[in-house]
C-alpha cells in the first residue's frame, strides 16, 4: 500500500506561485512513475503533469506547459509541481498519482494510488 500525502496549496492571486509537494509512503518510490492530476469545480478531473522513475522524463499538458515544472526527489520520497504564472483557470483541487507499473502516462484511470488532494485558488 502506497500513501501519497499533498501540501502547499493556498491562495494566490493571478501571476503567483505555488509550490506543490507529495510525500510518499514505502521504499520503491523510485520505482514508480508519477503525476499531477487537477478537478474544477463542475468539472472532470484532468492532466496536469507526469514524470518517469528516472525523473528525466517529464510530460506536460498544453494548458501548463512552459508554466508548471514537476520534478521529484527519490531520496526524500517526494514530488514537487512548481507553479508559476499562475492563472484563475488554474483554480483547482490539485492530486498526486503514482503508478507502479507500467510507463509515464496522462491517463489518469491508469495511475494505482491517489493523494487526498490540495485546493488551489487563484483570485484576486
Known amino acids: 500500500q502506497v500513501q501519497l500525502v499533498e501540501s502547499g496549496g493556498g491562495l494566490v492571486q493571478p501571476g503567483g506561485s505555488l509550490r506543490l509537494s507529495c510525500a510518499a509512503s514505502?521504499?520503491?518510490?523510485?520505482?514508480?512513475?508519477l503525476g499531477w492530476f487537477r478537478q474544477a469545480p463542475g468539472k472532470e478531473r484532468e492532466f496536469v503533469a507526469a514524470i518517469s522513475q528516472s525523473r528525466y522524463n517529464t510530460y506536460y499538458a498544453d494548458s501548463v506547459k512552459g508554466r508548471f515544472t514537476i520534478s521529484r526527489d527519490n531520496a526524500k520520497n517526494t514530488m514537487y509541481l512548481q507553479m508559476n504564472a499562475l492563472k484563475p483557470e488554474d483554480t483547482a483541487v490539485y492530486y498526486c498519482a503514482a503508478r507502479t507499473t507500467g510507463t509515464m502516462t496522462n491517463i489518469g484511470r491508469r495511475y494505482d494510488y491517489w493523494g487526498q488532494g490540495t485546493q488551489v485558488t487563484v483570485s484576486s
Open positions: 514505502g521504499r520503491a518510490f523510485s520505482t514508480y512513475n
